[in-house]
Nanobody
């Protein structure tokens, strides 16, 4: 499955962005999707996850209450709504897909997008 992220950009602290992860595959609804991010010089870290049907979500403590993950399987797209952004949210954001993985271990995911850069200024 091919994944393409979009929606990144430059925003001031306290602002909002919505990232999209679009797939061209016909089997998109078979995959759980997670968002990860990687800041310069840091390890890739888990941000949020959503199950195939979208009924269960999971968040890193650092974004809980500020970020919301959702999906529209009819549009083959997963979204990450990011509110109350902080400078420490600055990173390249990736979406990842897997038939079985659902959680924070990025090495378990098979398919990755190219990433989209989010920069939050103070």
């Amino acid at each position: 499955v091919q994944l393409v992220e979009s929606g990144g950009g430059l925003v001031r602290a306290g602002g909002s962005l919505r990232l999209s992860c679009a797939s061209s595959g016909r089997t998109f609804n078979r995959y759980g999707i997670s968002w990860f991010r990687q800041a310069p010089g840091k390890e890739r870290e888990f941000v949020a996850a959503i199950t195939r049907s979208g009924d269960i979500t999971r968040y890193a403590d650092s974004v809980k209450g500020r970020f919301t993950v959702s999906r529209d399987n009819a549009k083959n797209t997963v979204y990450l709504q990011m509110n109350s952004l902080k400078p420490e949210d600055t990173a390249v954001y990736y979406c990842a897909a897997d038939l079985t993985a659902y959680g924070p271990i990025w090495r378990q995911y098979t398919y990755w997008g190219q990433g989209t850069l989010v920069t939050v200024s103070s």
